[in-house]
């Protein structure tokens, strides 16, 4: 499904082509050689450490639209391995987020939704997220973004749909972790992660400590309990935990 995605997103944003120089900086992020590769480079064939480079290195405040979706299939694509183009997962769409919902057609606003459905039930569905370092936290701020671009392309409230319809094992972890693990624990309505803004904060706070929610994930997680002997003694002990945090909400 993924790859059915990303592959129709190199056909819908193919038409895009970048001026040069591209919008980097090559006296010190990348070497105007590495630019010049970059910028004539079949787009599925760029490596993820150049595009990092890309990514992360000193840029004007917004790219200009071509050349942001002439590279942005490729984002997806790495994305979709756990190669995520960046230092920071969060910071992967870093030169997306400038942009508002009017400047993309309704095509492309399809498959950025469609993309970002299909990856984070692949998300849910593995456990721990294959990038050692990440959590299901750092997917949802990555969607998140910190500008109204991403709010409007990738709304958060989809995905905690979806992960409401997702109890699996793996989404069960993933939302033990996001309880116990997601949020600062000396100030509770902050996120741990310092890319995590205060509006997607408030979201998945309200969201966790809603009925709904506490109802729906206590009765997946007691039936997970009685039913799967494979469990570590500290899951166990975690999920037991919060299945009566839940209860007694």
């Given at each position: ?18 001026a ?18 970059l ?5 599925q ?71 970002s ?38 709304p ?24 116990f ?69």
């Amino acid at each position: 499904m993924l790859k059915e995605i990303t592959d129709k997103s190199y056909e819908i944003f193919g038409r895009y082509n970048p001026a040069r120089p591209l919008d980097i900086c090559t006296e010190c992020c990348m070497t105007p050689e590495d630019e010049s590769r970059l910028a004539s480079m079949r787009v599925q064939d760029i490596p993820a450490q150049l595009l990092s480079e890309y990514n992360d290195g000193a840029k004007p405040l917004k790219t200009s639209v071509e050349e942001t979706k002439h590279f942005l299939p490729r984002y997806l694509e790495l994305i979709s391995l756990y190669q995520f183009p960046t230092h920071s997962a969060e910071l992967s769409f870093s030169r997306v987020i400038p942009f508002d919902e009017n400047e993309w057609t309704e095509t492309e606003t399809g498959i950025l939704r469609e993309f970002s459905r299909a990856y984070f039930r692949k998300c849910l569905s593995i456990y721990p997220i294959p990038s050692a370092s990440d959590s299901i936290t750092t997917i949802l701020i990555m969607f998140q973004g910190a500008g109204s671009g991403l709010r409007e392309l990738f709304p958060v409230y989809e995905l905690l749909e979806i992960w409401e319809a997702e109890a699996t094992n793996e989404s069960l972890l993933h939302f033990r972790d996001l309880y116990f693990h997601g949020f600062d624990p000396h100030h509770p309505a902050k996120l741990s992660s310092p890319f995590g803004d205060s509006e997607l904060a408030s979201v998945l706070r309200r969201w966790i400590e809603s009925e709904n929610t506490r109802q729906l994930f206590s009765a997946a997680i007691e039936k997970l309990i009685l039913e799967d002997n494979s469990l570590s003694d500290i899951d166990a002990g975690e999920l037991s935990l919060l299945y009566e945090i839940l209860g007694n909400g």
